[in-house]
């Protein structure tokens, strides 16, 4: 619809929405994905696109304010997955499922022992940390970062990345494709047992789970409170 000036008026709409996301929250310091900062947490896969994925996502009926699907087969038969079965995750067995959410705050941080693969159809803010900000098994939240992700981006989040559900960033719900190593956030096969001391964070297969004490009761008593400082809170534009 735009024509040749179509790749610059995205620019422009993707900074207005920034500058306005920056106006709400103006105690926060909210940097865009394409920033050189974000190249330790993660990355942006500027090649990929899903247009069937979506189709069957937005074809969902949202009951909740939030819902997650690990593993989803309609998604991992089409065609679309080979970009994450061949290309991304480099021929291993993974998953792909699907996500939507309208949350505004952090209440938790996970990490996985593989990358976090992200398509966002609608723009979103990711609260990101590093797993080696895990101190006495706690993290502050002044150590955490946030990143804006405009709609229709692919964003990878490394294994050392801790992070969460994205929350809004505008008038629209999170809606995402999500991959991951198969298995990855399903129920675990038995207790998490042993010496490590990182299992008592295990909450779910390769999903470990530090929440803030906001959170606790949504989480579940097997939830380990782990998050000090505000539970940080991204205002959204109407944009």
């Known amino acids: 619809m735009f024509g040749t000036y179509q790749p610059e008026i995205k620019r ?7 500058d ?3 106006k709400k929250n103006p105690e926060l310091t909210i940097l865009s994905v ?3 900062e974000f190249a330790s947490y993660g990355c942006v896969h500027k090649t990929v696109k899903l247009p069937e994925m979506k ?3 937005y074809g969902v009926e949202r009951t909740e304010d939030e819902y997650y699907v690990p593993g989803e087969p309609a998604l991992e038969s089409l065609e679309e997955a080979v970009q994450f079965t061949e290309d991304m995750f480099g021929q291993v067995p993974c998953q792909i499922g699907w996500y939507y959410g309208n949350g505004h705050k952090l209440n938790a941080l996970e990490y996985h022992k593989c990358s976090e693969i992200l398509y966002e159809y609608e723009s979103c803010v990711v609260i990101v940390g590093h797993l080696w900000d895990i101190k006495d098994n706690e993290v502050d939240t002044k150590d955490l970062k946030l990143f804006y992700v405009p709609a229709d981006t692919c964003v990878e989040l490394y294994a050392t990345t801790l992070h969460y559900a994205p929350v809004t960033a505008g008038k629209n719900c999170v809606m995402q494709i999500v991959a991951q190593s198969k298995g990855t956030n399903t129920p675990l096969l038995s207790p998490a ?6 299992n008592k964070y295990l909450l779910e297969r390769n999903k470990w789970v530090l929440c803030h004490p906001e959170a606790k009761e949504a989480l579940g008593p097997k939830a380990f409170v782990g998050i000090k400082g505000d539970n940080i809170t991204v205002i959204p534009t109407e944009y």
């Open 55 to 57: 189709k069957f996502l």
């Open 193 to 198: 047992e042993g010496n490590e001391p990182e």
């Open 20 to 22: 306005t996301l920056r």
């Open 12 to 18: 422009k709409v993707i900074r207005d929405m920034l």
């Open 34 to 36: 394409d920033d050189p």
